[in-house]
């Protein structure tokens, strides 16, 4: 259960299980200390449940997008490292992944590991599995994360109607059974990071015999084993006792359980019938913390909300971003999270979530605090928001109509302009909106880390032709530093290069920072050690159950 | 008789077609598109977007869609597949109907049995106490929304005094499914007590009542044969009707136990934009509709015998 993760889009507090919600897997080694200082007696083949709707795509590594199929995926299949909730890099599969210059990027894997199946987990086994998930005839979600190798255009063209030109990318080697090299576009210093996501995953050679009854069935090389999928109701997964990596399960298998609501599963937890939580239901958290006790879980995780600025209208085009700071400042933040969102979300002082390399406190400096009379001399200043009038759009299906109307009615007060929700039907026709740049002004902006790098929050989003870059932001200016970022010589002067580039967004405000995401959840009496890891997923493996 | 069975199965297909047409237009005609929905707040590459859409044939024009699609159905059985999780239509309906059909067996048997006992008893007794309080329980009834009902019904049986498991688990056992059948069916029972009761009281006044009494028939052949037949029919269209709503799932009830039926699919499938799912659901259930309508045309004739189909 680890393996960075994922792209994921925040679609908020889900009304109903199935509703879309960030998507995620876990990492992190269970570092510190749990929830719980309860030193009951371990059951090390114990197996507990967790909530967890039915996951939307097969469980296909590179197909899997949403959170209630990654975190299954994630149990199932480990990749060639994982990070610490320090932002550390560790090895898993990986002996070592090394690099000269950022481009060239040499893997060797740790022998004898094996898949489920018994079959040996070799370069082939990487090299086979990523060049099939980029390929365009395999149509997989995830296929753009392999963009920066070279050759990806030739197996995934961008025309709509080419064909691929090639079945292999030519920037991937496979030099003996336990090495292979990655061949770059570009120099990327935290190139290895990406590696932990799930969508870099190995895959055995009985996965391309049938792809889709693979991902019915999947056969992994992680943590825990697949045992059997009753849709709609349950995914069971058990320890996997050759497991070779430093992540083994300390319990002995997970149930998956499916439910309607949070609520249900809320009220499933106090009578026992399940044992972690992900979220807890608006309805439930004034009381859970009462409910639960030391059980209840409070934890701010590597997740941000925003308003996006729809750069393409009239309203934005040519107007001075002071008139967004001074929108900015009129949002009272504090007061917000506490009322309205009910201490679920965090103030964000930047565009970075925290838990990620490269955060920092502050940053925005006072565009993110509340003040109503600086707002109003800076958009006197910045020659006043054109039309006087301002629009979020949002979409109804995700719980963000209140705290849309109070972020407007807090712009009202402090500084008179006009401001008013403008509610999609769905999460489907809100995406429609934004990419068909039909946004009238504001847009409700999600993003959970797929890597613990400040870049992964910038490059990712205000980049011009950034697939996330849902606002259409684009500044040559900006685009030239994150080049400079990108191809800096080592991890860590690119991360510099970032906060340098962070600190300037204020001058820029593609989006305005709302707030970072919080894990509200908990777990049942039977199990201690749960921890949540900074996508907001609980670290599946470190779960120990009581006997 | 047999010939009007035959004009009415006839009669079906033009219904048929055009429901399930307006259906898969309407899922169409939605803003949103399931495909890019499929990626969030990541944006997707035109590429994939395309591929994709070519796999699921959601690239030709719309008509030529709809008629893929139905020829699948009608020729092959194949509802298709889902988009997102790339399962077979049918397997999905098969999953869901089961616990469906045995939540509104029950639902149904709940309002059958207390509904029109219910209704007897207030007909027969019209005007007096009996009465006067069964019609005060059931417009309760019908005044309650469904949530707060499953929500009491949860937090008196469930929480305080234990009886019953708050959620249906995943067996979806007859016993477990008692507490939301019960929920489902108070409110048709409601008005199936107050339409009997109407009708009883109504007919109990008839010249053909009158006559039976006069022929000296014992009580209980008055109101089982005389009354209750002719009584009986706005209660069976009204039922037959109810059913066919009782299969098409109940999304808050479902919701509210936790129970993987039908309406937890269709809202699922609306949200999601899974054409193809919803429009297999409505293609079973608007057969559902059609044969109970023709079951309650043909029990109106068994009820009572001056209507004839020729």
Redesign the interface.
Same mark, same amino acid.
């Given at each position: 259960m680890r393996g960075a993760k994922s792209?994921?889009?925040?679609?908020g507090a889900a009304i109903?299980a199935? $509703? $879309?919600t960030a998507?995620g897997g876990g990492s992190d080694e269970g570092k510190g200390k749990g929830g719980d200082s309860g030193k009951g007696a371990v059951n090390a083949n114990g197996i507990f449940s967790v909530e967890v709707g =039915? *996951? !939307?795509? *097969?469980l296909q590594p590179a197909n899997t997008? &949403?959170s209630n199929g990654s975190i299954v995926t994630d149990a199932i299949f480990s990749q060639l490292v994982d990070y610490d909730p320090a932002g550390k890099l560790e090895m898993i599969n990986a002996e070592s992944v090394d690099t000269k210059d950022s481009k060239l990027w040499t893997v060797k894997l740790k022998k004898d590991w094996k898949f489920h199946d018994g079959t040996p987990v070799t370069a082939e086994s990487y090299v086979k599995a990523w060049n099939w998930a980029a390929n365009?005839?395999n $149509? !997989?979600?995830n296929?753009?994360w392999f963009a920066d190798i070279k050759g990806f255009t030739d197996v +995934? *063209? =961008?025309? =709509?109607?080419?064909k691929p030109k090639a079945d292999a990318m030519s920037g991937l080697k496979v030099v003996d059974d336990y090495t292979f090299t990655i061949e770059l576009n570009n120099p990327l210093p935290y190139f290895a990071y990406k590696l932990g996501y799930t969508v870099f995953s190995p895959l055995p050679e009985s996965f391309y015999a049938d792809p889709?009854a693979a #991902?019915e069935k999947p056969v992994g090389n992680g943590a825990y084993k697949f045992v059997s999928w009753? +849709?709609?109701? !349950?995914i069971k997964v058990v320890r996997y006792d050759d497991y070779k990596g430093p992540d083994k399960a300390k319990n002995g298998g997970v149930i998956f359980?499916?439910?309607?609501?949070l &609520?249900?599963a809320y009220?499933?937890l106090k009578?026992g019938?399940v044992d972690v939580l992900r979220q807890i239901a608006p309805k439930d958290l004034p009381v859970y913390r009462s409910d639960l006790g030391d059980r209840a879980v409070d934890k701010a995780y590597s997740a941000i909300q925003t308003l996006g600025v729809a750069m393409y209208t009239k309203q934005w085009k040519n107007t001075d971003p002071k008139v967004l700071q001074g929108l900015s400042m009129a949002i009272d933040r504090d007061t917000i999270t506490k009322t309205v969102l009910q201490g679920t979300r965090e103030p964000a002082t930047g565009w970075v979530a925290k838990g990620v390399l490269g955060y920092q406190p502050n940053v925005a400096g006072d565009v993110t605090t509340y003040n109503p009379t600086k707002a109003k001399a800076l958009i006197k200043e910045g020659g006043g928001v054109p039309g006087n009038k301002i629009y979020i759009q949002f979409n109804a /299906?995700g719980g963000h109509k209140e705290w849309v109307e109070a972020v407007c009615n807090s712009i009202t007060q402090a500084t008179g302009v006009a401001c008013a929700g403008d509610s999609?039907?769905?999460? !489907?026709? /809100?995406?429609?909106?934004r990419?068909a740049k039909q946004v009238k002004s504001f847009y409700r #902006? #999600?993003?959970v880390l797929d890597y613990p790098v400040n870049a992964n929050f910038i490059s990712d989003l205000f980049r011009t032709g950034? $697939? #996330?870059?849902?606002g259409f932001f684009s500044n040559k200016d900006l685009d030239k530093k994150i080049k400079a970022a990108d191809s800096a010589a080592t991890l860590d002067e690119s991360v510099k290069g970032y906060q340098e580039i962070e600190k300037e967004l204020v001058n820029y405000m593609p989006t305005i920072p709302l707030w970072y995401y919080k894990v509200n959840a908990g777990y049942s009496e039977k199990v201690q050690n749960v921890q949540y890891a900074q996508d907001g997923d609980p670290i599946l493996t470190e779960v120990q159950v009581k006997k | 008789m047999g010939r009007y069975v035959a004009r009415r199965l006839l009669q079906m297909i033009p219904v048929f077609i055009g429901t399930t047409l307006l259906i898969f237009l309407m899922v169409y005609t939605l803003p949103g598109d399931p495909v890019r929905g499929l990626f969030g707040d990541k944006g997707a590459d035109p590429a994939t977007l395309a591929a994709m859409r070519h796999q699921l044939g959601l690239d030709q024009p719309i008509l030529q869609q709809y008629w893929n699609y139905m020829t699948g159905i009608v020729l092959h059985f194949d509802f298709g597949t889902q988009i997102a999780s790339g399962r077979p239509v049918t397997d999905v309906l098969g999953d869901a109907f089961p616990v469906t059909l045995r939540l509104a067996a029950m639902a149904f048997l709940i309002e059958i049995v207390l509904g029109i006992g219910l209704g007897m008893v207030a007909g027969l007794r019209a005007g007096r106490l009996a009465d006067n309080a069964i019609l005060v329980f059931t417009l309760l009834i019908i005044s309650i929304p469904v949530f707060v009902l499953g929500f009491i019904v949860k937090s008196v049986f469930a929480f305080q005094l234990d009886w019953i498991a708050p959620n249906v688990s995943n067996d979806a056992t007859w016993s477990e499914l008692i507490a939301p059948a019960v929920v489902l069916g108070s409110l048709s029972l409601a008005y199936v007590a107050r339409l009997t009761r109407t009708t009883m009281a109504e007919n109990l006044r008839s010249d053909y009542m009158r006559t039976a009494v006069a022929k000296g028939l014992p009580k209980r052949r008055i109101v089982g044969v005389h009354l209750m037949r002719n009584s009986l029919i706005p209660v069976i269209t009204f039922l037959g009707t109810d059913l066919g709503a009782l299969m098409g799932g109940a999304v808050v009830t479902e919701g509210l136990f936790n129970v993987k039926g039908v309406g937890g699919t269709i809202y699922e499938s609306i949200v999601r934009r899974e054409g193809t799912t919803l429009v297999g659901l409505v293609t079973i259930l608007v057969l559902v509709y059609l044969f109970m309508s023709l079951l309650v045309d043909l029990l109106y004739a068994v009820l009572d015998p001056r209507i004839r189909y020729a």
């Open positions: 792209a994921k889009w925040v679609a109903i199935l $509703a $879309a998507c =039915e *996951p !939307q795509n *097969p997008m &949403e365009i005839k $149509a !997989q979600t296929a753009s +995934h *063209p =961008e025309d =709509e109607k080419a889709k #991902g009753d +849709h709609k109701k !349950q359980k499916n439910y309607t609501t &609520e249900t009220e499933d009578s019938n /299906d999609k039907v769905d999460f !489907q026709a /809100d995406l429609d909106a990419d #902006g #999600g993003w950034a $697939a #996330g870059n849902n | -």
